[in-house]
């Protein structure tokens, strides 16, 4: 429904900034930043026309969980994660309706956008991928920006303004070190696919014959010599991240020089 936003219903330069933040082809809080009137009739009709996506974005939103169906018991680096796009877009929509109807005196309807958008945050960091923990903070970030933005206009009251979601019992640093140990079963599935057969991973051009010669003389080196180290090696240091992460940022900060790789 953001990609609407680009279909040339704006024209001028700070509007078609609008647009592209929309999209994804400016920075991503370039919505919050810009100096845009978001009470404006044409935004207004804009809107209008993509309450039922809103209106289905809120109600997905409100639901307890979120699940992609997907074999985690077989890790693959092909997986795709189109979902992460629709959930970053959803969640701009959201963006600018909050701005719109706090613009317009909606402060309700406002702080039910931004809310949504922070449990499409948490929706998103409940996959155990990296990526999704990232797409989380992103998406999470952008909903607090928004929330600052329409605070300053003044129109809530104070328990609207308790009425803001942040969930503190969520704990991105457990997200991470999850996410941290999905990525390691990732690298080991790379290791399981090789079968420490190097020649899969090099591309030799010297001809048919010395090539598969070649291979097969790296891959048995390969095996005999270097697989059990870069095993070993590649396990260390991502389980050394996993407890890194696991410790809190003050203490991170006073022993910086410990945990240099």
């Excluded at 959930?87 to 956008?113: F, K, M, V």
């Excluded at 948490?122 to 990296?130: D, M, N, T, V």
């Excluded at 390691?184 to 014959?209: M, N, Q, W």
């Excluded at 291979?215 to 996993?242: C, I, N, P, T």
């Amino acid at each position: 429904a953001v990609e609407a936003l680009t279909d040339g219903s704006y024209t001028e330069p700070r509007e078609q900034q609008v647009s592209n933040a929309a999209d994804g082809s400016q920075d991503e809080n370039a919505v919050q930043r810009l100096e845009f009137d978001f009470g404006r009739e044409d935004l207004s009709e804009f809107l209008a026309t993509h309450q039922g996506d809103i209106e289905l974005l809120r109600e997905a939103a409100g639901r307890p969980g979120c699940h992609f169906n997907r074999d985690y018991g077989r890790p693959s680096i092909d997986m795709l994660l189109p979902e992460l796009t629709h959930l970053r877009r959803g969640a701009r929509l959201l963006a600018i309706d909050a701005r719109h109807r706090a613009e317009t005196g909606d402060a309700a309807g406002a702080l039910a956008d931004i809310n949504a958008a922070i449990r499409i945050a948490r929706h998103a960091g409940s996959e155990p991928l990296l990526i999704s923990a990232l797409m989380s903070m992103v998406i999470e970030g952008s909903a607090l920006d928004t929330h600052q933005q329409v605070t300053d206009l003044e129109l809530f009251s104070a328990d609207q303004l308790r009425s803001l979601e942040l969930a503190p019992s969520y704990s991105y640093r457990q997200t991470t070190v999850r996410s941290f140990r999905m990525e390691e079963a990732f690298g080991l599935s790379i290791f399981c696919i090789t079968d420490g057969d190097f020649g899969t991973l090099l591309r030799f051009s010297d001809g048919p014959d010395t090539n598969i010669t070649m291979q097969g003389v790296v891959s048995a080196f390969y095996r005999v010599f270097l697989l059990a180290d870069e095993l070993k090696s590649y396990r260390h240091h991502m389980q050394m991240l996993q407890a890194r992460l696991q410790v809190s940022y003050a203490e991170v900060s006073d022993r910086g020089a410990e945990i240099e790789v």
